[in-house]
């Protein structure tokens, strides 16, 4: 059973970070629309979303991808790079206490889950504004027991290193090639984006299946070409506070709650 822990959009959604992108205004209620549909669409797909409790005062608790890294054998709670985030990982915690023994990275290193590529045993982590080497070296210190091994990846002019990379399937990428360098991933084959849609390197699998952003129409079809389900969702409103669709979800897969 694939469980989603999502976080609903805050009233404060207008304050959220920003790094790469000018702030403009953002409608929470139109973010909070897009936001159930993709939380409808992971149903459709035959994920249990579980909402862990909104909390206003947090502007982006929505992107709960960063707060933390869940693996099938423990979760790890982050210290996200952005102080005005470090308080969303205690709500999350609560919950995932729930499906998993947890871990924590503790200061000084940083490390948001936006940064966390997992192929296979390996977590490739991005080198980031949010991610610092610190953070880096404590994950590859959790994780070794499990027999995962922690790569880290340079890449530049985006936020995460899921802005630039994900998975479509076991050895099959979506990258955008300005911001990393493909050979980074050995092994894999590739779906580049389109020249025209740099930010349409996040996509999110769901089982057979793959979540992409109705944002950027040439690169999902390309998606589709290289013969892969791909489902598309509005994020608009989500975009301009700097997300993406893998960000809004924590998706694991988990035997019914223990608590
Ligand atoms: C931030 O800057 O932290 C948020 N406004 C956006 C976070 C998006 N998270 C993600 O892509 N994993």
């Known amino acids: 059973m694939l469980t989603a822990l999502t976080r609903p959009v805050s009233a404060s959604i207008e304050r959220c970070e920003l ?11 139109r973010a909070r629309a897009q936001h159930a549909g993709y939380e409808r669409l992971l149903q459709s797909l035959g ?13 982006d608790a929505v992107f709960i991808e960063d707060t933390a890294v869940v693996l099938d ?18 709500a999350v915690a609560e919950v995932l206490a729930g499906y998993r023994p947890l871990r924590h990275i503790e200061a000084p290193g940083t490390l948001d889950g936006g940064d966390v590529l997992r192929l296979g045993r390996t977590l490739h982590v991005g080198r980031s504004s949010r991610t610092s080497d610190a953070g880096i070296a ?15 990846v340079d890449f530049m002019e985006c936020l995460h290193l899921k802005t630039a990379v994900t998975d479509l ?3 099959l990428l979506l990258v955008n090639p300005a911001w990393v360098v493909p050979a980074c991933f050995p092994g894999c084959r590739v779906v580049a984006v389109h020249a ?7 996509a999110q699998r769901v089982e057979g299946m793959v979540i992409h952003s109705a944002r950027f129409p040439r690169t999902t079809e390309r998606i589709a070409r ?15 506070a700097e997300g993406g ?3 809004c979800s924590l998706l694991f897969r988990a035997a019914p709650p223990r608590g």
Not at 47 to 59: E, K, M, Q
Not at 138 to 152: N, S, T
Not at 226 to 240: F, H, N, P, Q, Y
């Open 19 to 29: 790094t790469h992108l000018e702030r403009i205004p953002i409608d929470p209620a």
């Open 47 to 59: 994920v249990t979303v579980r909402r862990v409790p909104g909390d206003d005062a947090l502007p």
């Open 73 to 90: 054998e423990v979760a790890i709670i982050t210290r996200p790079g952005a102080p005005s985030r470090r308080p969303e990982t205690r």
């Open 138 to 152: 404590a994950l590859g210190r959790i994780v070794a027991p499990y027999g995962y091994r922690v790569v880290p």
């Open 169 to 171: 399937a076991d050895d």
């Open 196 to 202: 025209d849609e740099p930010f349409a390197a996040n």
């Open 226 to 240: 290289a013969g892969v389900d791909v489902r598309v969702v509005e994020t608009s409103e989500l975009a301009k």
């Open 245 to 247: 669709v893998t960000c």
